[in-house]
């Protein structure tokens, strides 16, 4: 798997971009087309004043995108924890989309209906940040949609972690919004031109 390794507000040395690649080996077993992967490592400062270290790690296949933050004040550690939680997202998904698979067939046997060609479709991701002048706004974001139901909204939310999440609605031809409602149910926003 080729990773791009970026570094904000730190020094990547060769030592350390060694020890990330070193780290990395643990993921060449996956089975996933990775269209994209990113490793960043930062330094941000916490609100006591100290400094502390953060490791992302993100991975853009054809069918989602596996993200993993982790923050300590060691380098080391911040970069073992996110590599490590991200073999622990790869297994979920894996797992996940097994089950999806095999709940599809079942429903289609059921129904006596052939077989969709995709049984899950995603995100194709191209990220970008740019400046803004606005000190409100932080961060921009730009990707491209694919159509996909609720359900699997649900499911590609749930693996990035997120507690929204901007989709495509075939069956209504719109762009829709998913989000966690407090008592832990899902709500889906619907906008609609005034």
Do not use: C, W
């Not at 596996?66 to 923050?71: D, H, P, Q, S, V």
């Amino acid at each position: 798997m080729d990773v791009q390794i970026k570094a904000r507000n730190l020094r990547l040395t060769d030592a350390l971009q060694e020890y990330i690649e070193s780290r990395l080996q643990r993921l060449d077993k996956i089975d996933q087309k990775v269209t994209d992967a990113k490793f960043e490592i930062r330094s941000e400062r916490n609100r006591t004043g100290g400094e502390q270290m953060v490791a992302q790690f993100t991975i853009a296949t054809k069918d989602a995108i596996l993200r993993t933050e982790e923050k300590n004040r060691d380098i080391h550690v911040a970069i073992d924890l996110a590599i490590e939680r991200m073999e622990r997202q790869i297994r979920r998904f894996r797992d996940k989309r097994v089950f999806y698979r095999r709940r599809q067939r079942q429903m289609a046997a059921e129904a006596g209906e052939p077989l969709p060609v995709s049984t899950l479709d995603g995100l194709d991701v191209a990220e970008e940040e740019e400046e803004t002048p606005s000190e409100l706004l932080v961060r921009r974001k730009r990707f491209k949609i694919q159509p996909m139901s609720e359900e699997e909204a649900i499911e590609q939310m749930e693996l990035l972690g997120h507690d929204f999440f901007v989709f495509f609605n075939p069956d209504l031809a719109e762009i829709n919004v998913l989000y966690r409602r407090r008592d832990g149910l899902y709500g889906v926003i619907q906008p609609e031109l005034a």
